[in-house]
């Protein structure tokens, strides 16, 4: 049973040991492993109900307190409760004595949501093209294996001694990729998983920041 701490260091790996400059293509690969519907894109009109965050989208990095609490709120081990409470405090900042809005406040919100947006989509970005080599790399292991199994059979066919060194290097090659490729199936589902988290802990932050902007 895979800890919460290992499992977010080997999910951190997977997904973000590269940096990914284009989106993921429109189409799935072939073997898509997940249950879930392919879409790379980060659907913003069932997100959101608030104001149009276009202009929002090219300033809300330009405000060093949105930035702030936009870098806070995107942390991907950060517990929903813990969330609200910080999208509470940036929107207090923004009234006198927590009472009367400022006038800025649904500014700073639509702002504070845009940079959020901004983060999710880039993070569901590297996510499927994460996803994507995860599933080029598990190909590549089924074909090492259906290789190595491949020369075993043939080494066998040969009455090759079990000892020798040929055998030996084709039986522990079987062994390594199959021991891999397992281990990383085990891993499918929550690499599956990991965009509807993206897209959840989005649509909490969402509606908390629309409670200030009704």
Known sequence: MLSKMHLLIIL???F???????????????KWPCDQVYNPKLNISSIWQGPSI?????DWWKDDDVIEYVNQLANPVL???EGVLIIEDFAKKYTYFGLIKKA?????????FAGLYQKAKDRRNRQYEGI???VDRQESLRKAIGSASKQLRKLRKEKVDQKDKKF?????????NTRVFDQRT??????????????QRLGYQSRKIMTYLK
């Open 12 to 14: 951190n790996f997977v």
């Open 16 to 30: 973000f040991s590269f940096f990914v400059q284009a989106a993921p293509p429109e189409k799935p690969p072939k």
């Open 54 to 58: 276009d202009k929002a989208l090219k």
């Open 79 to 81: 517990k929903e409760d």
């Open 104 to 112: 800025e406040q649904k500014e700073k919100l639509t702002f504070l």
């Open 132 to 134: 994507i080599k995860f």
């Open 168 to 176: 030996i290097d084709a039986n522990s090659q079987l062994e390594w």
């Open 186 to 199: 085990r891993l499918t589902e929550y690499i599956c998983e990991e965009p509807v988290f993206n897209t």
